[in-house]
């Protein structure tokens, strides 16, 4: 098992969740990966993460599969202009690599927010830190153990 997948493991765990992993192929797409998981694409929680200009630090926003983040909107719910953040800084920060960043399990504290689309769904699933794994859970158990907060800053 790779370090990044036993990390979301022991998140989940040590939350009290008993989280399915599922192992897939090669799914690119958040579609690719509701088609593997056989649910509706805004189901599949995508990490989608930002450096804070002034902090140096990632910023996560977490967001149903079919929407994309405003970047207007991200900015100032972070409260400072956010830039694109590189590979090695996503790796440093997070603890995994691009395509395979989960919304927990994280090397240090992030500060996250999530879709509102997500709450309207029973079972979400989310990348488990390798490209080719994902975890189900509850919408209201990722807020718990992942601290973000729900708002909107879907285009």
């Known amino acids: 098992m790779s370090k990044s997948l036993a990390r979301v493991e022991a998140a989940l765990s040590e939350a009290g969740l008993n989280a399915e992993i599922r192992e897939m192929g090669d799914t690119r797409t958040a579609a690719d990966a509701a088609a593997a998981v056989g649910c509706e694409i805004d189901q599949i929680a995508k990490s989608i993460i930002f450096r804070g200009e002034d902090s140096g630090h990632v910023v996560l926003f977490l967001t149903a599969g079919g929407n994309r983040v405003d970047p207007a909107k991200a900015t100032a719910l972070a409260g400072q202009p956010l830039?694109?953040?590189?590979?090695?800084?996503?790796?440093?920060?997070?603890?995994?690599?691009?395509?395979?960043?989960?919304?927990?399990?994280?090397?240090?504290?992030?500060?996250?927010?999530?879709?509102?689309?997500?709450?309207?769904?029973?079972?979400?699933?989310?990348?488990?830190?390798?490209?080719?794994?994902?975890?189900?859970?509850?919408?209201?158990?990722?807020?718990?153990?992942?601290?973000?907060r729900v708002a909107d800053f879907i285009v």
């Open 83 to 148: 830039g694109k953040a590189d590979a090695a800084l996503i790796r440093t920060e997070t603890g995994f690599a691009i395509g395979g960043v989960a919304p927990v399990g994280h090397r240090s504290a992030i500060e996250a927010f999530m879709d509102p689309r997500l709450m309207d769904f029973d079972t979400l699933w989310a990348a488990a830190g390798t490209p080719r794994h994902v975890f189900a859970i509850a919408p209201a158990d990722l807020v718990r153990i992942s601290g973000a």
